[in-house]
């Protein structure tokens, strides 16, 4: 073990040398997080790998990807360990990863010459060289390995939309999850495509035009491709589909109850103008905990919906924030200034990695997840990642070598996922004691692990758990 850890940090040296060398600025105080960009191709194989042969041709696509996002990552460290090299160009050994995913395409997906080539050299290169320019276009923002995961995750939702849009322009979706899945995609499609356009042409960023170009896209593109998918209104599904039951709408107005509490929280904050704390923007798992439990218990489906609409908005609301589109653009600067985490440079990514570690195993492509491993974010970061801040700071004063944080805090990381995990067992949610052994020592392994790592806990402990459970 300590020889290959001798390893892994001379590999993190050359890589990351490497790369200040070419002009490209990692976030700092931080190690390079190689271990972490595998882990989001490694989710998606390990998904596909745990279905059987009950997969979905969306799923089986995602799982394919998955393996070639892993080579990718593999041959991406490998050419950056090399000297004198110019990291921004496209080597040839990116090749390799786009070879092989091409053929995973055509051998195991079914899918033709053509389609298999061009989606392999897509995720070869978005994989690979994709990773150096995120990195380049904002700089300070991401380590390696949080570039990786992170594009890497784009990669793998790029790829399971050019599956099941087409998929369902042929034979429209009857069941809600089919549709709930079609309108995030197109929506998330919609709003990527709105920050190209953004990013691309200059002009459109004046108030003005901004809003004219949301609307426009919206109502003449977005809309109607929506109507013609799914074969119905768009604005009339999702009214009904909120309003179906009483459960339903006491859920929904629970959430937005809680939504409005984090504004005031927000407000409250700026009004008092002073700099959030970490165990003060921990309130924020808390509430996010508040909101999952109910709604992985009670209706997974609305939840799935509500939790791609809000990282939707997530990305919105960043991109006003950039662009200082009024009115909003002002108060979300103000709120990004005093809830900023040291992680947060130039893009406020805190909030948008909290959200998607809570909603990771929800957004996979399979309906076969286990309770507990939909909890993966839950328990990692709703109460884990919480209660090690908050007795770390408070009692914390033995702490692991070359870190911050404290023995304490990992000692109470531990407990609070133990008590979880024995009241699900308790609430009948684990049907198996094998289960529970293997959370136990997931738990373990993965609170050691949040108590070394300087990476984004938000993302990299869900994913982590994530993997554990699916092996």
């Known amino acids: 073990m300590e020889l290959l850890i001798t390893h892994y940090n001379r590999l993190e040296r050359k890589i990351l040398q490497n790369v200040k060398r070419n002009g490209i600025r990692y976030r700092t105080n931080a190690g390079s997080g190689l271990w972490l960009g595998v882990l989001a191709g490694l989710a998606a194989a390990l998904t596909i790998l745990k279905e059987g042969s009950g997969y979905s041709e969306t799923c089986l696509f995602v799982g394919t990807t998955g393996f070639g996002l892993v080579l990718c990552s593999l041959c991406l460290y490998a050419r950056l360990s090399m000297k004198q090299t110019v990291v921004k160009d496209f080597h040839a050994v990116y090749f390799v990863p786009a070879i092989i995913t091409s053929m995973l395409f055509l051998l195991t997906a079914n899918k033709g010459l053509l389609t298999s080539f061009t989606w392999g050299l897509t995720v070869g290169s978005l994989g690979t060289w994709g990773v150096l320019q995120l990195m380049s276009t904002f700089p300070y923002c991401f380590t390696m390995g949080e570039a990786t995961a992170v594009t890497h995750s784009f990669i793998l939702f790029l790829m399971s939309a050019v599956t099941n ?150 990305i919105a609301l960043e991109v006003i924030r950039l662009l200082k589109v009024p009115p909003l653009g002002k108060i979300l600067q103000q709120g990004f200034v005093v809830f900023a985490d040291k992680k947060d440079r130039l893009l406020s990514l805190t909030p948008i990695y909290l959200l998607c570690g809570f909603s990771l195993p929800l957004w996979m492509p399979t309906n076969n997840l286990t309770f507990l491993t939909l909890l993966s974010g839950v328990i990692t970061v709703g109460f884990g990642d919480t209660a090690a801040s908050y007795v770390g700071n408070r009692w914390g004063s033995h702490k692991w070598p070359d870190t911050k944080k404290t023995i304490e805090g990992t000692v109470a990381c531990v407990l609070i996922q133990f008590f979880v995990i024995f009241a699900v067992a308790a609430a009948g949610f684990i049907t198996h004691p094998r289960y529970v052994l293997r959370s136990v020592l997931a738990i373990i392994t993965i609170s050691v692990v949040e108590g070394h790592i300087n990476q984004v806990d938000n993302m990299a402990l869900p994913l982590s758990m994530y993997v554990f459970f699916m092996m």
């Not at 998330?188 to 002009?203: A, D, E, G, Q, R």
């Not at 809003?211 to 003449?220: D, E, S």
């Not at 999702?238 to 959430?255: C, D, E, N, P, T």
Request: glycine share 2%; hydrophobic share 55%; charged share 10%.
């Open 165 to 314: 849009l087409p998929l369902r322009y042929h034979l429209p979706p009857f069941h809600d999850d089919d549709i709930s899945t079609v309108f995030l995609q197109v929506a998330m499609l919609y709003t990527v495509s709105l920050c190209l356009l953004f990013k691309y042409f200059p002009v459109l960023r004046s108030t003005i035009y901004f809003y004219l170009t949301v609307i426009g896209l919206l109502c003449f593109v977005t809309l109607p491709t929506l109507y013609i998918i799914l074969d119905r209104n768009p604005i009339t599904w999702i009214v009904f589909f909120v309003l179906k039951s009483r459960q339903r709408i006491a859920l929904f107005i629970y959430w937005i109850i809680c939504f409005l509490l984090s504004i005031f929280v927000v407000i409250y904050q700026i009004s008092s103008k002073s700099q959030a704390t970490s165990v003060g923007r921990k309130i924020f798992h808390i509430l996010a905990t508040f909101v999952y439990i109910p709604g992985l218990v009670l209706d997974p489906l609305l939840l799935y919906l509500a939790s791609g609409m809000t990282l939707i908005l997530f």
